[in-house]
């Protein structure tokens, strides 16, 4: 069996140093010569003189094995993670005290960048990454920083600075080597850095660069962040908001439901939603309401008009008569 998840305790941790585990310590044929002659010397290449020390606990199929040397450590270990399932490790287990793997913390200029996408960028430069969690401040307000756990690829640092779009990011981790913030390589810090910020090729200036830009999210030329087709966000798709779990930060980045209206005159007809009504449409309505709500003074004026004029009609016909 390979190495699984690191289980030494910390008090006890030593450099070039693997734990052995045996699944059955009572098994006699799987002991403390079967380790040294099958996986050390046999399966691990490892001579005897390469051997510190080996610090055994057989009840507990416990067995320490101290390497004379750094070097003969990464040996041991390559050959264990590209013969994972060699026969001769069944009913073990076995990883190093001390793994490679470091805490990053990683500090975005803006806390609306998707974690995923923050996450994708890092996770080239990784063998493992795992997202701890944000970092708070002692109010227990979010810093806009995370915490990650990592374990490079050999030979590869993520850089301590990118940029998504137009926001710059920052990595921290222990260790880490100088970092030049203006042509982004590790090996030198930007003080007399003559490096293109663009191409990182030496000769000229970004402004007299003539190769094409990268995207700064894929690498990849002909485009750039913000119509990167790997980035597979829709226009849909809403930012975590710090505080709020992904359901409440799409609820408040969208409006309520709006209420759906009827016109009185036409129930049976289709729903129009209150921000599709128009000026005009309002215009008509109010006409209406002003229709059916008439005064009653109205109404006496007209019919004192129409008898004034059957009066006066009256009054016209008798005096042709007289005549």
Known sequence: MAAKEESVPVFVRVKNTVRILAADPLNLEKNLAFIV??????????????????????????????????????????????????????????????????????????PF???KEIESVLGRYCKKLSFVGKI????????????????????????????????????????????????????????????????????????????????????Q??????TCPTRKVSSEETVAIPGKSSVQAESASKPHEEEDITDQASQSGPKVKRSQVGPAVKRKKEKRKKEKKKKPEDIDVSSS?????????????REGQTE
């Open 136 to 219: 708070l401040n002692e109010l227990g307000i979010w810093t806009s920083k995370y915490r990650f756990k990592a374990i490079f690829k050999e030979g590869l640092f993520p850089p301590a600075r990118f940029r998504l779009g137009t926001v710059n990011i920052d990595c921290f981790f222990s260790g880490m080597p100088d970092f030049c913030r203006r042509c982004r390589q590790y090996g030198h810090i930007a003080d007399g850095c003559s490096l293109c910020q663009g191409c990182g090729k030496a000769g000229h200036e970004i402004t007299n660069c003539s190769s094409p830009k990268k995207c700064n999210f894929c690498f």
């Open 305 to 317: 008009m129409e008898s004034v004029e059957s009066v006066s009609l009256q009054s016209l016909s």
């Open 37 to 110: 002659q099958v996986i050390l010397e046999e399966f691990g290449r490892v001579s005897r003189r390469e051997i510190l020390v080996i610090q055994d606990y057989p009840k507990k199929g416990i067995y320490d094995v101290t390497f004379d040397g750094e070097g003969v450590f990464r040996s041991f270990l390559s050959i264990l993670e590209a013969n994972s399932g060699d026969r001769r490790l069944s009913g073990f287990k076995i990883f190093p005290h001390i793994t490679d793997e470091v805490f990053l913390v990683v500090k975005s200029y803006s």
């Open 221 to 226: 030329e002909g485009h750039l962040y913000a």
């Open 113 to 115: 960048v998707p974690l």
